[in-house]
């Protein structure tokens, strides 16, 4: 599809449909209305087409959000939108105080959804596959995402939006997982049927938020819910009327975990001091939260982890009053109990489950439900497309293996270090930032992702449609193409493109060669850093090339820059103006590459000549990059640069070029 002004889309794949796929794909719609850009989006889930994900399809109407209504806006620049909402449609005595069922805020994701598709229909098409993601690969600068169907979408970009991973309950002996009582997630579809069918105790192992759904979910009369931690210490409640954050006296950032844990105390004991209410203090944190943890090393991190974030996590996530109020009275009911401990081991007593836990006490219960919550570590995950991308090395486990390594922006962090069109936001982050499931974090990590994704594709789009307009009228009769040879100094890619040129030439066709150093050598000085005058070369050379092969030119460039992301670049300028671009790997080992090229500029430059002189590049500058896909690999020690030459021309006939 190709807009009025003859601009590409930008192709996206959103995988998962819960808070965090749909708030960016609102983003993404709204930044497509905003600036017009032509956007094709696909979000991807295997949930119903009228479900938000799991958090937000609970029908039971004791499961309240955790955040007020005033802080649950899909919209940066909206804060009252879903108070709005929630008055028009669901509840209309609803403030910004109110904590509205969580199935409501399903719906009103899903409405928002609909009615900002709908706003930004033109620039914007959208769709929703019901279909797994259960592999992707990059390929030329573009990722290729491969559906549990048997679908391939293929995709300029694609955010990762799954949500944090499920717990794997490493707590629970083998006795309880095969005793065919024990849920493991009780989010699952059907989990609970089993415990709501039968009237007998439940034992939940973890006390946090989860558990507190769970209890409300399993509760009735003639039952007794235990919950079991090794805490023993249920979520605070939220105040009925809060009073607004106050932020710490002293500066916090960058100081080791040593002093910042005092420091954070004296900031909660001055504001219960001053104000009687310790979560002013508390909210007063969760703006600096994430530079906080970003300035801990690992070993601070992991002794925050084991030592204080149970502490953290009751203070920080609260129930809501009513729910407290409920949590109160079953309490007092003796319809639930709170322990402290830990489970040691689990036998089945025929329909029922004895649980020994820390001190040799026991349970009876006729149900185990794992309430520890989502899982941290990612290579926990069974998510079949993490498994696909941390095995390919297109993504990284985040500090201390918590969701995923991420760029300021979001962007995966390959194993390689190249750069992959893959980003993420919410759980996946947390290792970078901590605090990164609440929605409103979320909001905001999705309306920043949609600009950085959307500028990106303007930028392209403008300079493509300045290039379509100056291109001549006449369409070529066969179609050019750009053979872009990489590989190391003295791999022998001039050698190669020489023989080519000359038997492309021979046979009638049009051929150019453009060396990559040569050419660089004449054109303006770019950057003033090396690798920047580098990047800006092979920009340069690529846009030539580009031009020359859309008007029916076989271009053959021979280049020895390291960086593979400005050659991924090149590929993507051509992809974006539908020329063929065939990306070699001239490989050679050492000995073979300082034989062929004794006496060229590079090895000259290992003698003396300066680094980083124009068209000249350094091994000593940055390591060599090799393509990840490339449609041609050729080993250059094993044959000669006419037999070379020979592989490249079958593949350009191959292909049609020739």
């Known amino acids: 599809m190709v807009d009025a002004h003859g601009r590409e889309p930008l192709k996206l794949v959103v995988v998962g449909a819960g808070a965090s796929g749909i708030l960016t794909a609102v983003h993404v719609a709204e930044e497509a209305a905003r600036t017009r850009a032509p956007v094709e989006l696909t979000l991807v889930d295997p949930g119903p087409q009228d479900a938000a994900g799991v958090a937000f399809s609970t029908g039971n109407p004791r499961h309240l959000l955790n955040v007020p209504a005033g802080g649950m806006s899909c919209l940066t620049d909206r804060p009252d939108h879903f108070v709005r909402w929630l008055v028009r449609e669901r509840m209309p005595t609803a403030t910004g105080r109110t904590f509205a069922p969580r199935r409501h805020y399903g719906d009103y994701l899903l409405a928002t959804l609909a009615a900002r598709v709908e706003h930004a229909r033109g620039p914007l098409a959208f769709r929703r596959r019901s279909a797994r993601a259960v592999a992707c690969s990059v390929h030329g600068g573009r990722a290729r995402v491969r559906l549990s169907d048997g679908a391939r979408l293929t995709a300029d970009a694609v955010v990762i939006a799954t949500g944090?991973?499920?717990?794997?309950?490493?707590?629970?002996?083998?006795?309880?997982?095969?005793?065919?009582?024990?849920?493991?997630?009780?989010?699952?579809?059907?989990?609970?049927?089993?415990?709501?069918?039968?009237?007998?105790?439940?034992?939940?192992?973890?006390?946090?938020?989860?558990?507190?759904?769970?209890?409300?979910?399993?509760?009735?009369?003639?039952?007794?819910?235990?919950?079991?931690?090794?805490?023993?210490?249920?979520?605070?409640?939220?105040?009925?009327?809060?009073?607004?954050?106050?932020a710490p006296a002293e500066p916090l950032a960058g100081l080791p975990l040593c002093q910042l844990r005092p420091a954070?105390?004296?900031?909660?004991?001055?504001?219960?001091?001053?104000?009687?209410?310790?979560?002013?203090?508390?909210?007063?944190?969760?703006?600096?939260?994430?530079?906080?943890?970003?300035?801990?090393?690992?070993?601070?991190?992991?002794?925050?982890?084991?030592?204080?974030?149970?502490?953290?996590?009751?203070?920080?996530?609260?129930?809501?009053?009513?729910?407290?109020?409920?949590?109160?009275?079953?309490?007092?009911?003796?319809?639930?109990?709170?322990?402290?401990?830990?489970?040691?081991?689990?036998?089945?007593?025929?329909?029922?489950?004895?649980?020994?836990?820390?001190?040799?006490?026991?349970?009876?219960?006729?149900?185990?439900?794992?309430?520890?919550?989502?899982?941290?570590?990612?290579?926990?995950?069974?998510?079949?497309?993490?498994?696909?991308?941390?095995?390919?090395?297109?993504?990284?486990?985040?500090?201390?293996?918590?969701?995923?390594?991420?760029?300021?922006?979001?962007?995966?962090?390959?194993?390689?270090?190249?750069v992959v069109p893959l980003w993420t936001l919410g759980a996946h982050r947390r290792g970078d930032l901590w605090e990164s499931t609440a929605v409103p974090e979320i909001r905001e990590q999705a309306a920043a992702l949609a600009r950085t994704l959307l500028k990106s594709r303007s930028t392209a789009t403008r300079a493509i449609a300045r290039a379509e307009r100056a291109r001549p009228v006449p369409v070529p009769a066969r179609p050019g193409a750009t053979v872009w040879l990489t590989g190391l100094p003295g791999a022998g890619t001039s050698g190669i493109a020489a023989e080519l040129a000359a038997r492309i030439r021979a046979e009638g066709h049009r051929v150019e060669v453009l060396d990559g150093d040569e050419i660089g050598a004449d054109l303006p000085a770019g950057p003033a850093s090396v690798r920047d005058d580098r990047d800006a070369r092979v920009r340069r050379v690529g846009m030539v090339a580009e031009v020359l092969a859309r008007n029916g030119v076989i271009v053959l460039v021979p280049d020895r820059d390291p960086g593979r992301g400005a050659r991924d670049g090149v590929r993507l300028r051509h992809d974006l103006a539908r020329v063929p671009f065939l990306e070699v790997h001239v490989a050679a080992p050492v000995a073979a590459r300082a034989t062929r090229e004794a006496g060229s500029p590079h090895t000259r430059r290992a003698a003396g000549a300066p680094a980083g002189a124009a068209g000249v590049t350094g091994l000593a500058d940055d390591p060599y990059e090799p393509p990840d896909c490339p449609e041609l690999r050729l080993e250059t020690h094993r044959r000669t640069p006419a037999e070379s030459a020979g592989a490249v021309h079958a593949l350009l006939t191959e292909r049609g070029l020739l």
């Open 164 to 246: 944090p991973p499920a717990g794997r309950a490493p707590w629970a002996p083998a006795e309880l997982r095969e005793s065919g009582r024990f849920v493991s997630d009780p989010w699952a579809p059907g989990a609970l049927d089993g415990p709501l069918a039968d009237g007998r105790d439940v034992l939940l192992v973890g006390a946090g938020l989860t558990a507190v759904d769970v209890a409300l979910a399993l509760d009735r009369p003639g039952r007794t819910v235990h919950a079991l931690s090794r805490h023993g210490k249920l979520p605070r409640r939220h105040a009925l009327v809060p009073l607004p954050p106050v």
């Open 264 to 418: 954070v105390l004296r900031h909660i004991r001055r504001v219960t001091d001053e104000l009687g209410d310790w979560r002013p203090a508390f909210d007063g944190l969760r703006p600096l939260v994430s530079r906080l943890w970003a300035g801990l090393d690992d070993e601070e991190r992991a002794e925050f982890l084991r030592s204080h974030r149970h502490l953290w996590e009751v203070h920080r996530h609260r129930m809501a009053p009513e729910t407290a109020e409920t949590v109160t009275r079953l309490r007092t009911a003796g319809r639930l109990r709170l322990h402290t401990g830990e489970v040691t081991a689990a036998r089945r007593d025929g329909d029922a489950l004895t649980v020994t836990v820390t001190g040799s006490r026991e349970l009876g219960a006729g149900w185990v439900v794992d309430c520890t919550g989502q899982g941290l570590r990612v290579a926990e995950s069974r998510d079949p497309l993490l498994s696909c991308l941390l095995s390919s090395g297109l993504a990284l486990p985040g500090p201390l293996g918590i969701g995923l390594a991420t760029t300021a922006e979001g962007r995966l962090r390959a194993r390689d270090g190249a």
